[in-house]
């Protein structure tokens, strides 16, 4: 699917403008950043990075796309020429997914024309905002859970394509599984699910229904025990499978008081191995409050594909530096009150203390030691216009899932709590 048209109309005009006044193929930098975390946020997750970089590959503009700015006067015969033989072959870099991210972290650096990094513009903000915002919500999901494991299952609650997307990004984060096939398709997920209550409606009976389950998906399964009455469905249940129940769903009520006592009944009736999972509008608080009940598994939906109050990340792609007639660098800002930026490309390195922890973000307009321990943080993804492959399909999420799990453990532990406060780490600026 060409990409090329996941664009506003105001980058083109600009394109056109530019190639007007011949500035269009200046060499220019341009930074994706965000100004500040989500309120209450402690830190981000970036997230999206290996899709983008997909998303790139199919970044040209075909002849059906080009007669639709034509006959639509996007912009002129100039501008669609110029669009005929568009392909990005700049450099980016950035930070790889699943790495943390602070007010300022210079998250996606973009080396190359004006008119080639103005082009990818809304497309590379539309991919990192949403998937990032994703990410960093599942992530706090998963600091919640402790060694519980979490399932995604929102696809219901948003677009089809954005199902997709939040899928990888709650993945990447530490979910364990997804009930969407598609995902599971492009990039290699874990699938899980089992039924839902109209399953158990469209049978006479709840035994019914869980004998069919039973039958066709075996002892091991997890039947849904709240259609009607929890206690006679997890009775029912456990009279259907036997000690080899996998485990029961709790979709509804008091899920705290409920989990005790099922969990009792369950032990009552010789069912010790079989686990409970409860869903229901979960989200991290309501993980946190489950931390003491004897739940297995969390299930999450609409919080989590929504950012859990937060649905974007907030970046945004600011020109930094570009070349004047003579060839030399100038770094550019915008000064405008509560939205200027910082000229000048950036370097970004995490100082870390003697146990390994982070302390510190520490970003620069030239290279920079911090005299101590550190990490760097910005990677390569394209060079010369070749995209590195290896961030994407499904071994980039298992790249991704790496680099978060490394990165997390570098927090001090405020960080995995959920009060609201300032970053769990400072980022400071260093301008030379």
Request: glycine letters at 8%; hydrophobic letters at 40%; proline letters at 3%.
């Amino acid at each position: 699917m060409r990409t090329s048209l996941f664009t506003d109309h105001y980058e083109l005009t600009m394109l056109q403008a530019a190639l007007e006044s011949g500035a269009a193929h200046r060499p220019s930098v341009f930074e994706a950043f965000a100004r500040r975390l989500p309120e209450g946020r402690r830190y981000g997750v970036v997230g999206g990075t290996g899709r983008l970089l997909e998303g790139l590959v199919d970044f040209h503009f075909d002849e059906e796309q080009l007669r639709f700015l034509s006959d639509h006067r996007v912009v002129n015969a100039q501008t669609i020429k110029y669009l005929e033989n568009y392909r990005f072959s700049g450099n980016i870099s950035g930070y790889a997914e699943g790495e943390l991210y602070f007010p300022n972290s210079p998250l996606l650096t973009v080396e190359s024309t004006f008119a080639e990094a103005c082009v990818i513009e809304t497309y590379l903000l539309s991919v990192m905002n949403h998937d990032s915002a994703i990410a960093s919500a599942a992530s706090r999901m998963i600091a919640s859970a402790g060694d519980r494991p979490c399932i995604e299952m929102g696809s219901r609650r948003t677009h089809e394509e954005s199902a997709v997307a939040a899928a990888r990004a709650a993945m990447i984060a530490g979910f364990t599984s997804t009930s969407n096939l598609e995902a599971g398709a492009r990039y290699g997920l874990k699938t899980v699910g089992t039924s839902a209550h109209s399953f158990t409606l469209l049978h006479d009976s709840e035994r019914a229904a869980f004998e069919a389950q039973v039958a066709s998906l075996g002892k091991d399964t997890i039947l849904l025990v709240d259609t009607y009455d929890v206690e006679n469905g997890v009775r029912t249940a456990v009279e259907v499978a036997g000690p080899e129940l996998g485990g029961v769903r709790l979709d509804s009520g008091d899920l705290v008081q409920q989990a005790g006592w099922v969990r009792q009944l369950l032990d009552d009736l010789g069912n010790w191995n079989t686990k409970i999972t409860v869903t229901s509008d979960l989200d991290e608080y309501a993980i946190a409050a489950l931390a003491s009940a004897p739940v297995d598994a969390y299930g999450v939906g609409t919080a989590l594909v929504t950012g859990s109050g937060h649905p974007t990340a907030s970046m945004v792609y600011k020109l930094v530096a570009r070349q004047d007639d003579a060839g030399s660098w100038i770094p550019v800002a915008k000064a405008a009150a509560n939205k200027a930026s910082v000229g000048g490309r950036k370097h970004a390195v995490r100082q870390l203390n003697d146990r390994d922890r982070a302390v510190a973000e520490i970003v620069s307009t030239t290279e920079h030691t911090s005299g101590g321990p550190e990490r760097a943080l910005v990677v390569p993804l394209v060079v010369n216009g070749e995209i590195d492959m290896s961030y994407t399909g499904a071994a980039g999420v298992h790249k991704a899932t790496e680099r978060h799990r490394a990165s997390t453990q570098e927090l001090p532990g405020i960080a995995r709590k959920l009060q609201r406060g300032e970053p769990v780490i400072p980022t400071i600026m260093i301008q030379d």
